[in-house]
Each structure stands twice: as C-alpha cells, then as structure tokens.
C-alpha cells in the first residue's frame, strides 16, 4: 500500500498570506489528524477528520481550518499567515483511531 | 482533557547500554499508549505500542512497560546501536475511536559509538 503523501513539502510564504496544504491518506483509511510539529513543543494536534466530518479541534486559532473530501484526501487551510505559523505540518492516517500512520510533513516558512 | 508529560527531553548513552524514556498521562481513561521514533528529516513512526489490557510488550531490543495505578509508561531500548539517535515521542488516548492522541514533547535520544 502506499503511504501517506502530503504537498506540497515546501513552502515560503509572507505575513497576512494564506496556504493551503493537502493529505492523501492510505487507501482505506478514514480518518486523517494533522498537527503542528515545532522545536520544543512536539506534535500539537490541529484537528481530525473522520468521513467528511470534522472529529475533534485542539486549541488553535480559527485561522486554522481544513476539510475533507469523499475520497478521504483532506486539506488544512490557514489564512493571515502570522510568523509563529513557521513548522513543520504532519498528516497522519488511520483507520478510527489507534496507530497513526504519519507523511512526510509540509515545511511552511512565514517571511 | 489528557495531559501527556514526557521525560528527558534529551538524553545520551553510549553504545550497547540501555536507554529509558519515561511518560506520565494524566486523564485514566486513557488505555491506549503508542511510542513513535522521528529520525531527523522524517516523518514520525510507530514503533510499539501498548494497551491497558497488558503491562508490559516486547519486540526485540524495544519494551514498553505500563502502570496503570501510576498512570505512567516507559520506553526501554536495550543494547543501544547509532541508529537508534532519533526523537521519541510518547503518547496516549482513550481506544474509544473518538478522541485524538496526545503527544509528549518528545525525548532526542542520541548513542554515542
């Protein structure tokens, strides 16, 4: 099976900007979560997305938003891109919940 | 909500010696405990994983042991090689299918040949 995939994996973007980022889940895979991975905070969870439906919210901004659609890909949105936005984005499938599987991750760079 | 802490945040140990990690969570719900290894430049991977239902799994050079009463799991790798150098991270949530891990903030472990 393939992995997870995520585009794109780089990304430099200005302040007040706003990027779209995209996951493609394993085949057969429901639910996709995504988080923010920086230096010293390890992997904070954004949200989760379970058949099209928004699962769970952690505690960001509502800049921060995503979707998914019926064929499981999902993408995160953010807009008034601020500098502290700069991370790492990860992806993770599954198929409820449980083990994750995780992509390579979305470098976003705020300028 | 679940509380995930995660200690060290570094550690180094030569060669061929043991390396533990320790996690304490705070919500007792919580009965499923993942363990993901992120070596630089790479994505996070499970590599054990443990369930309330036992107290300790094994695979190879890597055990995970959990307590419970003390809400506390630990990672030990034995017999430690280069590739072991990598971040850890711990993590936890409730098997219910509803509710997100939670992640520690990881431990950088790096083995000195």
């Known amino acids: 099976k393939a992995g997870v995939t995520q585009t794109p994996r780089y990304l430099i973007k200005t302040r007040g900007q706003q990027v779209t980022l995209s996951c493609s889940p394993i085949s057969g895979h429901r639910s996709v979560s995504w988080y923010q991975q920086t230096p010293g905070q390890g992997l904070q969870f954004l949200f989760e997305y379970f058949s099209e439906t928004q699962r769970n919210k952690g505690n960001f901004p509502g800049r921060f938003s995503g979707r998914q659609f019926s064929n499981s890909r999902s993408e995160m949105n953010v807009s008034t891109l601020e500098l502290g936005d700069s991370a790492l984005y990860l992806c993770?499938?599954?198929?409820?919940?449980?083990?994750?599987?995780f992509g390579p991750g979305t470098r976003l760079t705020v300028l | 909500g679940e509380n995930v802490e995660q200690h060290p945040s570094t550690l180094s140990v030569q060669e061929g010696d043991s390396a533990v990690i320790k996690c304490t969570y705070s919500?007792?719900?919580?009965?499923?405990f993942p363990w993901y290894k992120q070596e630089l430049g790479k994505r996070p991977q499970l590599i054990i994983d443990i369930r309330s239902n036992v107290g300790e799994k094994k695979d190879q050079r890597i055990a995970v042991t959990l307590n419970k009463t003390a809400k506390h799991f630990s990672l030990h790798i034995t017999e430690t090689q280069p590739e072991d150098s990598a971040v850890y991270f711990c993590a936890a949530s409730p098997d219910s299918g509803n509710t997100p891990l939670v992640f520690g903030k990881g431990t950088r472990l790096s083995v000195i040949a």
């Open positions: 919500d007792s719900a919580s009965n499923y």
């Open positions: 993770a499938s599954s198929l409820g919940q449980g083990d994750q599987y």
